[in-house]
């Protein structure tokens, strides 16, 4: 890997040379065309950091761990990240290699409360693996620990039930407030769920989930598209419903042009449903917060 230089014929990566300054990944997130290696009925690449719709990808954590928390001289971390995978809803009999990305000096596995192999050291710019862990139902946690032995971070992965019920958020804060005339848009992340509140993200129990939504409260709001991240949905991205993948589904909400409260509902067959509420706002040029004028200083066509 030429960031860290793992799997290099010297050992040395971008990373590891003080004489490069910096690189390129391809890319920041998938996008339509170049499914390689892979063909029909995939319909996009599999290079980003991210997928189509910005959930992240396990390789996503690697960046989380390494990049952001390394801004001074010595590359001493500022912030600990801990991630674990792959998801533990297995049969019994099977053996799972189970790994993680970690700016932790070291990481410990631990399956139903039994550690594997004690603490093992994360190597920089890498990452940690335990192979033929054999699985068992409940689940597993990789504990991250610094150079002093101090817990700096957990990521627990638990087996789910079938799914039971939708949660509906706004992602990561966008389209909690719009604004009305502004061409505004909020993203709600929908997850289907056990019973107990876990994601169920293994695709055999998700896959083909429909989930629909929909927007009430203001006559001129609308469901812009939907996606999932999955390479292989040919549904189309205006679409207002879309099949689950690993446990999640995306939909895109345009504001409109009159203040108000958009209510979007996320519903699916056996499932129930779940809403989330968005505040319109009306511009305000006299704002000193920028996010209430933003659209203002559009330029005009």
Not at 230 to 244: E, F, G, Q, T
Request: charged share 15%; aromatic share 12%; proline share 5%.
């Amino acid at each position: 890997m030429a960031w860290g230089g793992v799997n290099e014929k010297t050992g040395g990566g971008i990373l590891t040379r003080k004489f490069i300054s910096g690189g390129w990944t391809w890319t920041g997130w998938d996008y339509r065309g170049e499914p390689t290696p892979y063909a029909w009925p995939n319909v996009n690449s599999h290079f980003g950091i991210m997928d189509l719709t910005g959930f992240w990808k396990d390789r996503t954590h690697w960046y989380a761990s390494w990049f952001p928390n390394f801004n001074n001289d010595n590359g001493t971390a500022t912030t600990y990240h801990v991630h674990a995978f792959p998801h533990w809803d297995w049969s019994a009999g099977d053996t799972v290699d189970v790994w993680s990305f970690s700016n932790a000096a070291q990481v410990e596995l631990v399956v139903n409360g039994k550690s594997v192999g004690g603490k093992t050291p994360m190597p920089q710019y890498g990452h940690a693996e335990w192979k033929g862990v054999p699985f068992a139902a409940g689940s597993y946690t990789v504990t991250g620990y610094d150079e002093g032995g101090a817990v700096v971070g957990t990521k627990t992965v638990t087996t789910t039930g079938k799914p039971a019920k939708l949660s509906a958020t706004i992602r990561d804060g966008v389209g909690a407030t719009l604004y009305a005339g502004c061409a505004d848009m909020a993203l709600v992340q929908v997850e289907v769920l056990d019973a107990k509140g876990n994601v169920v993200s293994d695709p055999n129990n998700t896959d083909g989930t429909d989930i629909t939504f929909a927007v009430s409260g203001k006559a001129d709001a609308w469901v812009e598209g939907t996606g999932n991240g999955d390479p292989s949905c040919l549904v189309n991205n205006k679409s207002p419903v879309r099949p689950a993948y690993h446990g999640l589904a995306l939909g895109v909400i345009g504001s409109g042009t009159a203040t108000g409260t958009i209510t979007v509902t996320a519903s699916s067959p056996g499932l129930g449903s779940s809403s989330v509420d968005i505040v319109v706002k009306a511009q305000d040029t006299t704002a000193a917060d920028f996010n209430a004028k933003w659209c203002i200083q559009q330029p005009k066509w």
